[in-house]
């Protein structure tokens, strides 16, 4: 049934004033008579370890998981866990490597570190392209996603759904990055109880089906009638190859998605950004675990309603169909439908508040990047502190505006959620990373060979997607560069798996922008700025040491078990 009980409005109520009411909270409490723009952006000294942590995990799990990656469970399996567990392990580099240089260099924003390692140029294309793909691809995603997956679980209509989404994250991120912290600290409390309890759920609804009772009988009943979708590695002749290839999850493109997405994006280490390095390490380590976490919570019910549709259980299989195909994002809202009364209203909030979290970060980095590397460097250098915050607080609004307004003409619920978004982020995932990693840690790149990555990590990116289309199809497929996906006209299409794209650009760029910045330094050319970076900056505290190592052990435990 699509629709909420009067008890699952209570249930919901709840939760909105509990975030709503301590967000007020801690705004009148932590606010100061002159706002800064530093401490409205970043919440500089404000956030603990733990906020910090709730805060990465709240802004990062959003529709495209809980509907998305609820999709490819049903669809892959276990496999599409590799992006999340994957991201535990990127997090400790991050922490170890990357927020030590951010910190010792007092960068605030992925532009100003462009434009104090490279040049103005650089650092202005890449703010305006990180505005466009924020508002035009990620806020949008976010947004129309969440309101999809909101009205097909309450009824509501979609844009009623969208205009409130996005009226309670405003709400919120007009309080700046302090109030966004420490109510994600609420969001991922529901996020968390009302995931494990939907995965409860559905585990025990799988038992049930095969007249047993409990999620541990539906989880080994599930093993037992989905054999194949409990594999982290895919191998060759399995459809879903093209989606993950194989050991490129461990060994290829799946670490530069992450690398590029937790450490050099603006939306993710601003969290991290105004506390101190111990602060900023705890934070990362508790959202690290946070993820590990997460596929219990988004994955597994997409298998547990695998099994159910293969089992022809109730209408499952009418339900997961949209427009007489069979549509595997279907999966997370048909399960949500089958929940009791109360425990729906408790679902819904998780749901909720994993896009409005999202939402907010979001609408707080696109007002962080524009008022900071924008209006304050390119159009009024002379405003006040007060002026940059209330301009950071119009941008949110306008921001916000326009995501409702054009989300609907861009076709996003066509597009395979969670996987489309992995895929055409990561047309310019490798130049971007390859242009930060040597500007952490190779004195010698220049600002030429940085733009020739951003610009030419993209024209490589399109070419190697079209690239089977030219080519001796036979050929490619031998090699193992190709790949046959099958098409709904029964034909088939050559492709490049997109992690393997990534990495073949990525080696691509990071040479290229070794050969020019060499040629350059030797015509006399030499970088604009480095970085301050010394040995002692990455050393770890026994603790973080510790949670590190425990992060490890479990990712070979899991991947040995699952392999």
């Not at 009024?380 to 921001?399: D, F, H, Y």
């Amino acid at each position: 049934m699509n629709s909420l009980t009067s008890s699952d409005y209570l249930v919901f109520l709840f939760y909105f004033l509990v975030v709503a009411l301590y967000g007020l909270w801690i705004y009148r409490k932590k606010r100061t008579a002159e706002a800064s723009s530093k401490d409205y952006f970043l919440a500089e000294g404000s956030l603990t370890w733990w906020a910090i942590g709730a805060s990465l995990i709240a802004s990062n799990i959003s529709a495209e998981q809980f509907i998305g990656m609820s999709g490819n469970g049903f669809k892959i399996g276990l496999a599409i866990s590799a992006y999340e567990w994957m991201a535990a392990a990127t997090l400790m580099i991050v922490a170890i490597f990357f927020i030590p240089v951010y910190l010792k260099n007092k960068i605030y924003t992925m532009p100003q570190f462009l434009s104090q390692r490279y040049n103005n140029t650089v650092a202005t294309v890449m703010a305006v392209f990180w505005l466009l793909l924020y508002v035009v691809v990620n806020l949008t995603s976010i947004l129309y996603l969440g309101a999809l997956a909101v009205s097909s679980i309450s009824g509501l209509n979609l844009t009623v759904c969208m205009y409130g989404l996005a009226i309670f994250s405003i709400f919120i991120t007009l309080g700046g990055m302090k109030v966004i912290g420490y109510t994600d600290v609420i969001q991922v409390f529901f996020l968390i109880l009302g995931g494990l309890v939907t995965t409860y759920l559905a585990l025990d609804l799988v038992a049930k089906h095969f007249g047993q009772t409990g999620a541990v009988a539906g989880l080994k009943l599930m093993s037992e009638h989905a054999n194949d979708h409990f594999h982290m590695i895919l191998k060759r002749d399995n459809t879903n190859y093209p989606s993950l290839p194989g050991l490129t999850v461990l060994l290829g493109g799946l670490w530069i998605v992450n690398l590029n997405y937790w450490g050099c994006n603006q939306y993710i280490v601003q969290r991290a950004l105004g506390a101190d390095l111990k602060t900023a390490r705890g934070g990362i380590l508790f959202s690290a675990f946070l993820k590990m976490l997460m596929p219990v919570i988004v994955v597994l019910p997409g298998i547990a309603a695998y099994v159910l549709h293969q089992q022809n259980h109730g209408d499952f299989a009418t339900a997961m169909q949209q427009g007489g195909e069979l549509n595997p994002d279907n999966a997370y809202p048909v399960l949500l439908n089958l929940l009791p009364s109360g425990l729906k209203g408790l679902a819904f909030a998780a749901l909720t508040a994993a896009v409005v979290a999202s939402l907010a970060g979001k609408a707080n980095s696109i007002s962080t990047i524009f008022t900071l590397d924008i209006y304050h460097k390119r159009i009024n250098p002379q405003a006040s502190e007060k002026k940059l915050v209330s301009t950071g607080r119009l941008v949110v609004v306008i921001s916000m505006i326009l995501g409702v307004v054009i989300a609907p003409f861009l076709g996003i619920d066509k597009k395979g959620g969670f996987e489309f978004i992995q895929e055409y982020t990561g047309f310019v995932s490798p130049g971007i990373f390859a242009m930060f990693i040597l500007g952490f840690f190779w004195k010698k790149a220049t600002s030429s060979a940085a733009l020739f990555a951003t610009v030419g990590g993209f024209i490589m990116s399109v070419i190697f997607k079209v690239l089977p289309k030219f080519m001796d199809l036979a050929f490619l497929s031998s090699t193992g560069f190709s790949t046959p996906v099958a098409q709904g006209d029964g034909t088939i299409l050559y492709e490049i798996p997109f992690l393997d794209r990534m990495g073949f650009v990525f080696i691509i760029c990071l040479v290229g922008m070794i050969i020019i910045s060499l040629i350059q330094n030797k015509r006399g050319i030499k970088p604009q700025g480095v970085m301050e970076v010394d040995t002692k900056m990455f050393r770890m505290n026994p603790g973080f040491a510790v949670g590190a190592l425990i992060i490890c052990g479990l990712l070979v435990a899991l991947y040995t078990r699952f392999w």
